[in-house]
């Protein structure tokens, strides 16, 4: 079909957080935006979302690097976004971030009996789907409220996208949803791909560190590897802003305790202090675009055994640096690290070190999964998952 006669899908994109209040962009902003700069000849793109952020300062983020915004509606309320979806006439609309929400659940029941396409997105951990066991009677009933309403929303939904396998695993294993809905289109990447000289240390990146990010592990494991190896740890990151419940050592289900982020860094200095690594150890805060790629292009390893996870971009953007990866075989960390390929998946903090110890001594490997790794980055370069989105939408 030539170019002048082919159709103009009409795509919407309805999203919770288009931004937070620093105008870092949502994983699904950042989508919508591959959209409008791959997508623009065939399709037109909208935004549509309930909390905007600091709209400025993502703009002028975007704007320093070559990006384009989709025409973005600020739509706080059910009844506007409904306004907004009678107004501009959708042929497909990907619903972000209202997994277990009522509002989605309504809202997708007035797209079928609009006959609008609908995809819904899935980014799940275990966690979302614990088991009942250390729940209030409140927190039973809003559980099971949950459960009730993914179920419907999964059922009502004409496709499903999720990052990784393991968001269809955990599904699969909670309710029966037909498989032939599924389907994977990770996140890609603008991280160049390159290897650089590396320097002699460790890195670990969260956005935020928290008991589940597994840093008191980090820090014991590491602490066993400079007896052997003398190298230097580099976190990235703060500390979790506010009060969590603590998962088991598995990531499956969360105890009956909690802390805050303030608690879980006090654990973490403490630990520090016994272990005497203040020397060893440097602490740079949050890092963005070229400067945190630069830290992962000089890192050694990417070092991060999370007791859960979903889809993370520290893998791809470790991998695209050249940086071999050391994490736990869990959740969805086991789809995107390739065991003995661009890393090693380690269940036991041993076997961690074992894996660390190994790529820091045998040269030979530590090149050929450089490669690997650079290799395997490709494949999530944002022209490469557009193309997939091509197929679906």
């Known amino acids: 079909m030539s170019g002048k006669n082919q159709k103009i899908i009409k795509v919407m994109h309805i999203m919770k957080e288009y931004a937070n209040n620093e105008g870092i962009l949502s994983v699904p902003a950042i989508i919508s935006c591959m959209f409008e700069r791959y997508l623009k000849e065939t399709s037109n793109v909208v935004l549509v979302t309930r909390n905007i952020g600091s709209l400025s300062k993502s703009k002028a983020k975007v704007q320093e690097e070559g990006e384009i915004h989709p025409i973005i509606k600020h739509t706080p309320n059910l009844i506007s976004v409904l306004h907004k979806i009678l107004s501009f006439k959708p042929d497909t609309v990907l619903i972000h971030q209202h997994l277990g929400s009522f509002f989605e659940l309504f809202l997708q029941t007035a797209l079928k009996v609009l006959r609008v396409k609908t995809i819904i997105g899935l980014d799940l951990v275990q966690e ?17 409220k949950y459960y009730i309403c993914i179920f419907l929303q999964l059922h009502l939904a004409d496709r499903i996208f999720c990052r990784t396998k393991n968001e269809i695993d955990i599904i699969s294993s909670k309710m029966a949803i037909s498989k032939n809905k599924y389907f994977v289109i990770p996140p890609g990447h603008d991280f160049e791909i390159e290897k650089q000289q590396k320097e002699n240390y460790i890195l670990a990146v969260s956005g935020w560190w928290s008991d589940r990010k597994n840093l008191h592990t980090i820090l014991r494991v ?16 703060e500390f979790f802003k506010g009060r969590y419940k603590i998962l088991d050592e598995k ?15 006090q654990r973490i200095m403490r630990l520090i202090g016994e272990l005497r690594l203040k020397d060893h150890i440097e602490f740079v805060g949050i890092k963005k675009g070229k400067e945190l790629q630069d830290i992962y292009k000089k890192a050694l390893i990417y070092y991060m055994p999370s007791k859960s996870e979903g889809f ?14 050391v994490a736990m075989p869990n959740s969805a960390v086991k789809y995107i690290v ?5 890393g090693f998946l380690r269940d036991t903090p041993s076997g961690q070190k074992d894996a660390i110890l190994k790529l820091l001594t045998d040269n030979e490997l530590y090149a050929k999964m450089q490669e690997n790794c650079l290799k395997e980055a490709e494949k999530y370069k944002w022209e490469n998952i557009i193309n997939k989105w091509k197929e679906v939408i």
């Open 128 to 144: 979302h789907f614990v088991s009942f066991k250390h729940k209030s009677f409140t927190e039973f009933i809003g559980a099971i």
């Open 222 to 237: 590491f602490s066993e590897v400079i007896k052997k190896k003398e190298c230097k740890l580099v976190i990235v990151g």
């Open 251 to 265: 990531g499956e289900m969360f105890t009956d305790k909690y802390e805050t982020g303030e608690e879980y860094k």
């Open 312 to 325: 993370g971009m520290v893998w791809v953007e470790a991998m695209a640096s050249g940086t071999p990866i």
């Open 338 to 342: 390739k065991d003995g390929i661009t």
